[in-house]
């Protein structure tokens, strides 16, 4: 029987980008509708405020993560080139590197040339693109994929402050939308510590305590906007 060990490794890099989108998208949207609400401006001028902070946020995520992500992409093509033509050019001496490589993670020298061997044999530039420079194919780089589901995610997480906003009398509105956005936060915390097998308390703790930071200084610079008013 054979006992495969679940592991999560590979979940990290969409929920890396989808945690950040959705927390940016709380943050963000929820600190933006608290400073502006500390101004005593009025609850529809609180509304637009915050839907033009979730449109411009979820364009600036969206951009971000596809100009960062191309960056990336295209270091990693560069790469896979200059691999490509090091293969073309000497092919022995890139057998006797991966076969280098394997040695010094324990294989015995004899084994290590074989495995590189047959590798190569294979798929000589995914081999040395895997082992020699680290690309996989399940961590490409993937610049459309990260800016949508980057965009996505911000939405969502901005739409939740937002709807607190809109269903909230003028004058709960400070302590509804920090009471759920703070709720919003833990939980978000909590769910992707979860996915990813990570603490969850710790988690929670952490996306909170940076979030409250966030709506304490917004806040306070609304207040200080309004009273001048």
Known sequence: MIHTEPHRSHRTGWLRAAVLGANDGIVSTSSLILGVAAANTAHSDILLAGIAGLVAGAMSMAAGEYVSVSSQADTEHADLEIERKSL???????????????????????????????LMNNDALAAHARDD?????????????????????????????????????????????????????????????????????????RVTFWGTLAMVLTSAIGGMFGVVA
């Open 88 to 118: 073309a050019e000497g092919y022995d001496a890139e057998l006797e590197e991966l076969a280098d490589i394997y040695e010094a993670r324990g294989l015995t020298p004899e084994l290590a040339r074989q495995v590189a061997r047959q």
């Open 133 to 205: 420079i680290g690309i996989a194919e399940n961590n490409q780089a993937r610049p459309l994929q990260a800016a949508f589901s980057s965009a996505a995610t911000f939405t969502i997480g901005a739409l939740l402050p937002l709807l607190v906003a809109w269903g909230s009398p003028r004058s709960l509105i400070l302590p509804l939308v920090a009471l759920f956005s703070l709720f919003f936060l833990a939980l978000l915390g909590a769910v992707a510590a979860r996915v990813g097998g990570a603490p969850v308390l710790k988690a929670a703790i």
